[in-house]
């Protein structure tokens, strides 16, 4: 998902940083650089399991009884109370039956997203139960002989280079036989801010450290290979001295990574998973092939020349590959919409082709050409993988998912993604809470799958090219193609794109194993970017969704009702959730609409989740602190949504923002800082005259959202980070920039043929020259004499 702003130069940047960055009394950091642990963080460092524990048959039957009780209680509801209450009270006004028909509407729309949880939780319960992961040996002999090549693009924005490098060492570690990693910068080419230039300058050299990191263990790999092929070719081979070679391989290639583990900086909880988990993973690895070598050494046992070529291969997957830098940015041909999606599009689109540059007026141009002509060669590759810049791969993701793509019956998978989890060992209790409900979600799209409905999550995908292109929208800007695959007119472009792959008879899956990681905000300012833009576009996609199962029905295609409830719950949830639970603490409804039923119909989910965040590590109880944490986040969803619905009445895009990465505390906006203070207050005042009224149900629920969000703000906000915040967009409010001079218009047309831009001329044509005559025969008929 690396998040982006719109920040076409410096001065802009330097404008959100301010609106965001919280100074330096506001840090929680401490004198190092590693950030401070709160208490109540997270104790546990090791991470889940790659392979999902099977669920037992009476946790599978558990959940069927759950997804029954909540529909038999919401059905009970609306006979025992509100069709009973409207018949016994016929008389009682036109204001208790809108009362009436808006709780239930509520009731309803809230109790149908946790039916909709239940569900996806279930058939994520059956795929993980049916789940046989591939055997080692079957993933080396269907690549043995590979061709097909794959390039992994990570975007990325403004981001500290260290975030950076561990992102692409873990792709570049990944075991495929012809492997491409492309970081696409997006930051301007050009600042003028020295720091700014030195990160940017660190973050282009990533490339090339790398590949020459792995230039001396690929060298060493690839003459193992050669030897051991060119022994095949003349016959000179012994069994007991092949195991012996291949195994003094496998050593000297675990040993490499090793040496590299113990050289790491390890800061914080993220740089010990990629030591632990990528690197010394690979290794431990590779050092339990190696015991296998020796244990088949000791009992005199003999491998098979395939089998052997197929051990040298794999180390050669592992330490060759092909890294690269590009910014989109130094072209003018290319789109420069400051988003991911557009970022990610521009060089998709140069694939598969050669180009030159060519200088015109000033500017950079592409140019397709042909032979010596290019000195941009850019290879087509069967698949592209896009990974954001703050996002960690296990050793053989690619090699699984690029083998379920080839696997019969998969033919039409565009995507394939394993939905990312968090990091463990997160340093505050926000990060702790906020990954929680990531491995939640991360359950709920392998359940999705089941039933047809996945939806690209966009940290981590596989594609296949050819997919892209049967989705691509050609437009002509400004006398230059600019070819969209991946949509940008929301800010949850990935969303959006699977609908547009499904109207074109793809499908998308999410592969049924842990094997990407991501970081999740450390404070409440950064948490609050980041949902706010998740929040924003799902109801924008929602027509084109209907247009798509249209089109699928005109077809004759089955479309499972399942999947329509699924979909919709996705897009629109948040939009309903947020206004329902606003309606809910704020107007007082009348004490006969509630009853014992609302609750039994809850009551499964929230069973269901406690047990979902149990079984990820984290614990039962998490579940009164994710229900405070949506309370302090309430302002921020319905921001989100409101986005959503002034982009459809103007048809505007919305800038993408980025969620800040930094060691510091982000400051929040002081409106969602100070509402959900105001949520407890009217809470309270809530409790307060339902108990004067004696209205104990209203009464008990009013309090339990005070306490549950009072403690929120203690654990997730702070008291002092809260004072910080207010009065920094006090500040802010007050401030007034001081209104910068105006430039002078150009006063003549210059007089001689050496003072003529003659490339801007030429190439933009006369209208900039036209500009400068009229400036000048203005001025000379202002000073001409009479």
Known sequence: ??????????????????????????????????????????????????????????????????????????????????????????????????????????????????????????????????????????????????????????????????????????????????????????????????????????????????????????ERTNSALADFRQRMEQGDTDAADELRRVSAEYEAAAGWLETMAEAERVEDHVDEFFVDLVVMGLARELRLTMLALNAASAQNAALGADRLGELYQRLTWIFNVKTNTFERKKFANLSHEANKAMNLNSYISLMGSSWRREDAAGAVILREAAGELADLIIPDTEYVLTLDADSLLLRDYCLRLVYFLESAGNERVAVTQTPYSSFRGAPTRIERVAGATTDIQHILHQGMTYYGATFWVGANAVIRKRALEDIVEVENVGGFEIRTYIQDRTVIEDTESSVDLGTHGWTLSNYPERLSYSATPPDFGALVVQRRRWANGGLLILPKFWKQISQRRFMRERVLFREVLLRVNYMASIAWASFGLLFLLAYPYDSRLLSPLVFVAALPYFLAMGSDLRDSGHRFSDIFRIYGFNLVLLPVNLAGVIKSIQQGFTGEKIPFVRTPKVKNRTAAPALYVVIPYLIVAFSLLTVWRNVQDQNWGNAAFAALNAVLAAGAIRAYIGVRNSAVDVALGIIGWLYVEPKKAKQAAPQIVPKTPEEVDWESVLYHGDRRLNRDLRAGNDRRRRVTPR
């Open 1 to 218: 998902m690396p998040d982006q702003p719109v920040l076409p130069t410096d001065s802009v940047e330097h404008d959100i940083t301010k609106s965001t960055a919280a100074p330096d009394d506001a840090s929680v950091s401490d004198a190092g650089s590693t950030r401070k642990r709160q208490w109540g963080a997270e104790r546990r460092s090791e991470p889940l399991s790659i392979v999902h524990p099977v669920p037992s048959r009476r946790k599978i039957l558990l959940g069927r009884v759950g997804i029954l009780a909540t529909i038999l209680a919401w059905i009970l509801y609306v006979i025992s109370t509100v069709l009973r209450q409207l018949a016994d009270n016929p008389n009682a006004g036109f204001q208790f039956q809108l009362e009436t028909v808006s709780y239930l509407v509520v009731v309803t729309f809230l109790t149908f997203s946790a039916l909709m949880y239940l569900l996806a939780r279930q058939g994520a319960m059956y795929r993980f139960a049916s789940h046989k992961r591939v055997a080692r040996g079957e993933l080396d002999r269907h690549f043995a002989d590979y061709h097909e090549g794959i390039t992994v693009l990570v975007p990325s924005y403004a981001e500290e280079p260290q975030v950076v490098r561990a992102t692409l060492w873990s792709a570049a570690l990944q075991e495929f036989p012809d492997l491409t990693v492309v970081l696409l910068l997006d930051d301007p080419p050009f600042p003028t801010d020295p720091a700014v230039l030195a990160r940017l300058e660190q973050t282009r050299a990533l490339s090339v450290d790398i590949e020459s990191a792995l230039a001396a263990p690929a």
